[in-house]
């Protein structure tokens, strides 16, 4: 599978939106930083999204790619690779997986979890995530049959 990264920037009003946050790939990992207003003393923050699940600070075992926020910069989600981003992960299908990072937190989620079990990841590839404005929902494309029961 081929991905592309998708790029957000912060508007000049404080408003996140697709077409002017940051979710930046960059070496394999997905890294969200905060646009600072011109004048403003100090960086803005920058978080590791694809981090794992015991530091947010170290780079999880594998490659991350195409990153979506939602309008207000709270959630990401994003592919990877990388099999130690959740607790108790197990990943069978060894390929490209959908996540989601709640900033407030720092959780990071297996969003394309087989049925029933949230740690697993789905018996196929998933990817090309888009969360909702709000973050409530994350859409991505999958090759997974066991993503829903039956």
Do not use: C
Not at 124 to 136: D, I, L, N, R
């Amino acid at each position: 599978m081929s991905f592309r990264p998708v790029w957000h920037v912060l508007s000049r009003r404080g408003r996140w939106s697709r077409a002017a946050m940051l979710p930046v790939v960059a070496a394999g990992m997905v890294v969200v930083g905060e646009a600072v207003p011109a004048g403003a003393a100090g960086p803005g923050q920058v978080t590791l999204a694809s981090h794992v699940a015991a530091s947010p600070t170290t780079t999880g075992s594998g490659s991350s790619f195409v990153a979506s926020t939602s309008a207000d910069g709270a959630f990401v989600a994003f592919s990877s690779t990388a099999s130690d981003l959740v607790a108790g992960q197990s990943d069978p299908n060894g390929g490209d997986d959908v996540f989601l990072l709640s900033r407030a937190t720092g959780t990071v989620t297996l969003v394309s979890h087989a049925a029933g079990a949230s740690t697993t990841p789905g018996n196929s590839v998933s990817g090309f995530p888009s969360v909702s404005a709000e973050g409530a929902y994350v859409r991505f494309q999958s090759l997974a049959t066991d993503l829903v029961p039956g």
